[in-house]
């Protein structure tokens, strides 16, 4: 099996700046792709941004990109996301996930993720 934990989440002004994590435990930890997802009250969870464990590449919904940055530090199991220049939008709770086997493009919905973690809340206030 495998845990997740999300940290960082907290209130913030717009404008402003939060990292969140996400570190794995359990198994042997190889994913092939660690996500991050929000839900706001009322909505659907959204797909944010995701990178590969392997490769390190990365994929962005068109909502952040540019203003948040997915990273990963292997030997920590540790995923994080960089968000900046916040907009009260952004607001909801904030979750990681893990999809296990390759499928050779980036899984951008919930179905297609094996592990999740309890979510963190981010706030922003305008």
């Known amino acids: 099996q495998v845990q997740l934990v999300e940290s960082g989440g907290g209130l913030v002004q717009a404008g402003g700046s939060l990292r969140l994590s996400c570190a794995a435990s359990?198994?042997?930890?190889?994913?092939?792709?660690v996500g991050w997802f929000r839900q706001a009250p009322a909505k659907e969870r959204e797909f944010v941004a995701a990178i590969t464990w392997s490769s390190g590449n990365t994929y962005y919904a068109d909502s952040v990109k540019g203003r948040f940055t997915i990273s990963r530090d292997n030997a920590k199991n540790t995923v994080y996301l960089q968000m900046n220049n916040l907009k009260p939008e952004d607001t909801a709770g904030y979750y990681c996930?893990?999809?296990?086997?390759?499928?050779?493009?980036?899984?951008?919905?919930?179905?297609?993720?094996?592990?999740w973690g309890q979510g963190t809340q981010v706030t922003v206030a305008s």
């Open positions: 996930a893990a999809a296990i086997l390759s499928t050779g493009w980036f899984p951008r919905t919930r179905g297609e993720y094996d592990y």
């Open positions: 359990g198994r042997t930890f190889s994913p092939y792709v």
